[in-house]
């Protein structure tokens, strides 16, 4: 029983990684469809600003979506984008780049689509084949994003002329305002749930830009995340999924309930194990809107916006800009828009039952020509534990690239073709974790759990160095290795 408890313990941490896209308008450049819901298996999903901080905070308390309470050293979010809305920095054009960085690629899910190399800005994306959305000029229409993993925070949509220079700037002077009071869950089938929306003006970039807090709150599994975590670390470049700060950014998901929330696709416990108390008029939502999300929720947010009076009609660009509180990132999409003078000839302005109904469903593409070497990941050669960490942020459902239905099937189907190293790396580790353990359990006699993951852990990297298993003993192995993180496997 001893030995379980060591391997479980080993198996509580995975990766936070996988965020958030457009599904509304059908015309976004980046592959977001509404019947996909927050599934980002097209790589929609990744395009970003990483690690990117405002100064101060300039926010009310009020919106807040992160122990909202807290002040000073111990409030780890203090720096997050959604402290200060609109100010964080971003990288490219107001589209996102690809993986979050120009050039650098993260453990934290910075890291690139599948075919897509780092940093390519997302304005240079092609356009949808459904054509643009048209939407009337002084009119509203209906806007909507899907989160693959809820970092909280808030959001916005702008416009910019797509026939001018596209930049960040042009999409500030270009901010909308929202229409309305409620935000709606919207389902694939046309089903609408109206839940609430907080809207702030104050101390937002453009100064009285309206911004909607992310209304889906996180689950609070720590008193403070500060005591469980520690105070913010630098970010480490390159994919180490090992490193005392990405473990720490595990750590930060897990306060917010990537782990607690994961089965049943809300935060157990009701409004009282919540960051902040969405006011839902309905009981029945706190057990249905809430939570990290890495469930894979089907629906996406859908709001109304203004369209400006003034602005003339023509080719524009919309982004919509979240930014996050959980996370110190800023998520961005674009999808392409013709402002028209008159209703009659507006299109995919309203997301009708009718008009999802339109909107095609994307099938698998086939994945025959996967090559890993080629693969924009950073990695100069294949490395098996990466590929299954890179299939694991998109839930075992990439249509760009090899992943099977689970990390067993990954491993015996991916891996076994692609991977050119002798395999024992990772069960080398992991069988001798478990034999020095159960040495220290039956013949040491070793009862304490502290003292007895002392010796397994250091038994078992001098076991792991002298020792080469044989083929037999690494079959006897392969079983148990899902239950270890991946980025512990060749790290013993």
């Known amino acids: 029983s001893d030995v379980l408890v060591l391997v479980l313990l080993f198996a509580r941490v995975r990766d936070a990684a996988a965020h958030g896209h457009l599904t509304w308008p059908p015309s976004s450049r980046h592959g977001g469809n509404i019947h996909h819901g927050a599934d ?13 901080e405002v100064d101060s905070q300039t926010l009310p308390n009020s ?16 720096k997050s984008p959604w402290r200060s809305p609109g100010a964080a920095p971003v990288y490219g054009s107001g589209c996102g780049v690809a993986g979050g960085h120009p050039t650098e690629v993260y453990a934290n899910g910075g890291t690139p689509p599948a075919g897509v190399a780092i940093g390519v800005d997302g304005k240079e994306l092609p356009k949808a084949k459904l054509g643009p959305a048209k939407w009337t000029v002084g009119g509203v229409a209906e806007v909507a994003w899907a989160m693959a993993a809820n970092h909280a925070g808030g959001y916005a949509y702008r416009l910019c002329r797509a026939d001018g220079e596209v930049n960040e700037e042009c999409f500030r002077a270009g901010h909308l305002e929202f229409a309305g009071n409620d935000s709606s869950v919207l389902y694939p089938n046309g089903t609408r749930v109206s839940i609430p929306r907080a809207v702030v003006a104050t101390g937002t970039t453009p100064a009285g830009s309206q911004w909607a807090r992310d209304g889906i709150p996180t689950c609070r599994t720590c008193a403070r995340a500060y005591d469980m975590c520690g105070a913010p670390l630098a970010p480490v470049a390159g994919l180490d999924y090992g490193t005392s700060w990405n473990k720490q950014v595990n750590c930060f998901a897990d306060c917010a309930g990537a782990t607690s929330s994961k089965a049943e696709g809300a935060c157990p416990g009701g409004a009282s194990k919540l960051q902040f108390d969405p006011k839902f008029a309905d009981q029945a939502h706190y057990d249905a809107y809430t939570g990290f999300g890495k469930s894979v929720w089907e629906w996406s947010v859908l709001d109304e916006v203004r369209v400006p009076a003034g602005l003339a009609p023509g080719a524009y660009l919309l982004s919509w800009r979240w930014d996050c509180e959980e996370s110190t990132q800023v998520w961005q999409n674009c999808a392409d828009v013709e402002l ?27 994945a025959a020509k996967f090559d890993p070497y080629k693969d924009a990941t950073g990695d100069e050669n294949f490395d098996c534990d990466k590929q299954v960490a890179y299939c694991e942020k998109v839930n075992y459902k990439a249509s760009q690239f090899k992943c099977g239905k689970d990390e067993a099937s990954t491993r015996a189907e991916v891996c076994a073709k692609f991977e050119k190293t002798s395999g024992a790396g990772y ?7 478990v034999a020095s353990a159960c040495f220290a359990v039956e013949v040491l006699g070793l009862e304490d759990p502290g003292w007895l993951r002392a010796f397994a852990v250091a038994s078992a990297a001098v076991i792991a160095t002298v020792f080469q298993p044989p083929s037999a003993f690494e079959r006897i192995a392969r079983p148990f290795l899902p239950r270890v993180p991946v980025y512990l496997r060749d790290k013993t």
């Open 63 to 78: 919106h807040r979506t992160m122990e909202p309470e807290l002040e000073g050293g111990a409030d780890v979010w203090r």
């Open 427 to 433: 069960a080398k580790p992991a069988l001798a974790a």
């Open 340 to 366: 028209v003078a008159t209703d009659a000839e507006a299109e995919w302005h309203l997301a009708s039952a009718e008009a999802l109904a339109r909107v095609p469903k994307p099938e698998k593409a086939a």
């Open 40 to 52: 980002c298996g097209a790589g929609q999903c990744y395009w970003f600003s990483n690690n990117v």
